[in-house]
């Protein structure tokens, strides 16, 4: 019999999605009601050191790691794997503006980061991330004037990355849901109540079947949390 971590790894994505784009896992960690971090938004620790080793496995099962600006500024991640073994997946910071940080820790990555801004960021930056080893991907914007999720996960692809794996912000986690563009979801539950930040906002539709759903969800506790998983599958419109 296998434990939930095992069949949770078995179940990765490890094909390239139907729209010629990586597999996309959605991955957090998360309270009893919902929230990842406080309601002044500031980062919560919540994963317990088995469920912390869960999710650094299924980082090390995936081509690439990606982050939004925000986590990097409020959190300042490594985006390696630490607490399992395996290889470090490839670090992807959606940075429209080119904010990051040069003393920002995943740049002690031993992969150098990508970092998708926009085309209209300013050259000058741009410049100067690459020449500290960052490679740069200028995309068009989407209508809400950030990086263009389509456009990246397509030049993703081209430079062979089929499986990714998503770690947060909120804003790029629902942003992933709303535009359909999630394959999996992997969430770590620990068993307390906060009030704070919700993972997913604002979905739109207000019927349970109109809303995405994982299909033959698997669950287990690991450690003192419980993991949920499953393939998300989106309802008719």
């Known amino acids: 019999m296998t434990g939930p971590l095992e069949d949770l790894l078995a179940r990765v994505p490890t094909s ?11 991955c957090y960690a998360q309270s ?6 406080t309601a002044s938004r500031k980062p919560l620790a919540l994963s317990g050191p088995e469920s912390l080793a869960a999710a650094h496995q299924l980082r090390a099962a995936h081509d690439a790691l990606l ?9 300042d991640p490594l985006l390696t794997v630490r607490h399992a073994m395996g290889e470090h997946p490839q670090p992807v910071i959606l940075d429209s503006h080119l904010r990051i940080p040069r003393e920002a820790s995943l740049w002690k990555h031993p992969k150098p980061p990508l970092i998708a801004c926009l085309a209209t960021a300013n050259l000058e930056r741009r410049q ?3 020449a500290a080893g960052g490679r740069v991907i200028a995309l068009p914007a989407s209508l809400e004037g950030r990086v263009s999720l389509p ?3 397509d030049r993703l692809r081209q430079l062979g990355i089929g499986t990714l794996m998503v770690e947060g912000g909120a804003r790029v986690i629902t942003s992933f849901v709303r ?15 906060v009030g704070g930040l ?5 979905l739109g539709p207000e019927r349970l079947e109109r809303l995405p759903a994982l299909n033959d969800p698997g ?5 003192s949390d419980l993991l949920v998983w499953g393939e998300i599958v989106w309802p008719a419109q």
């Open 128 to 130: 100067e991330l690459e």
């Open 16 to 26: 390239v999605g139907k729209a010629r784009r990586p597999s996309v896992t959605l």
């Open 32 to 37: 009893l009601d919902g929230s990842i971090g």
């Open 179 to 193: 535009e359909k563009l999630a394959d999996a979801l992997a969430i770590s539950v620990t068993p307390a109540l």
């Open 151 to 153: 456009a990246l996960l």
């Open 67 to 75: 982050v939004g600006i925000g986590t990097v500024i409020s959190d």
């Open 198 to 202: 919700q993972a997913i906002e604002g």
């Open 219 to 223: 669950w287990g506790a690991v450690g």
